[in-house]
């Protein structure tokens, strides 16, 4: 019997980083997990609201709407991403635990990413 590959979203408001996260995971996963990217916060709002993920990476620091403000809306809303995990990656790891405090089930990671780190946790969450 196959299992699903955990389906994952990478939201950060730069086209590169995206790019760079997914090759890594890519590369780091052995294509074992799916990939889906934005780059606009209100695209992945939208996505979230219709579409169960195993994993969410989120950008802390982005123009429109702050990676903290996706993941209130997430928890205090009633879609299918209520309960998933949320990792942040991001260099102010400090604000970001800051303005996430009370929320269930988010990981933080420091950029520069290690991407063994980052593999490491998500099969740790998706396991």
């Given at each position: 019997?196959s299992?699903?590959?955990?389906?994952i979203?990478?939201t950060?408001d730069?086209?590169m980083i995206?790019?760079?996260?997914?090759?890594?995971?890519?590369?780091e996963?052995?294509?074992q997990?799916?990939?889906e990217?934005?780059?606009?916060?209100?695209?992945?709002?939208?996505?979230?609201?219709?579409?169960?993920y195993?994993?969410?990476l989120l950008?802390?620091?982005?123009?429109?709407?702050?990676?903290?403000d996706?993941?209130h809306k997430?928890r205090?809303?009633?879609g299918?991403?209520?309960?998933?995990?949320?990792?942040?990656?991001s260099g102010?790891?400090?604000?970001t635990k800051?303005?996430?405090?009370?929320l269930?089930?988010?990981?933080?990671?420091?950029?520069?990413?290690i991407f063994?780190?980052?593999s490491?946790?998500?099969?740790?969450?998706?396991?």
């Amino acid at each position: 019997m196959s299992q699903k590959q955990p389906l994952i979203l990478i939201t950060d408001d730069e086209e590169m980083i995206t790019k760079i996260f997914e090759d890594g995971l890519y590369l780091e996963m052995k294509d074992q997990v799916e990939i889906e990217v934005t780059e606009v916060p209100n695209e992945a709002i939208r996505l979230l609201k219709n579409i169960k993920y195993d994993v969410l990476l989120l950008d802390h620091r982005m123009p429109e709407t702050k990676g903290s403000d996706i993941a209130h809306k997430i928890r205090k809303g009633g879609g299918p991403n209520k309960n998933t995990p949320i990792i942040f990656i991001s260099g102010y790891i400090r604000e970001t635990k800051l303005e996430t405090e009370g929320l269930e089930n988010i990981f933080y990671l420091p950029k520069p990413l290690i991407f063994k780190d980052l593999s490491s946790l998500i099969k740790k969450i998706v396991d």
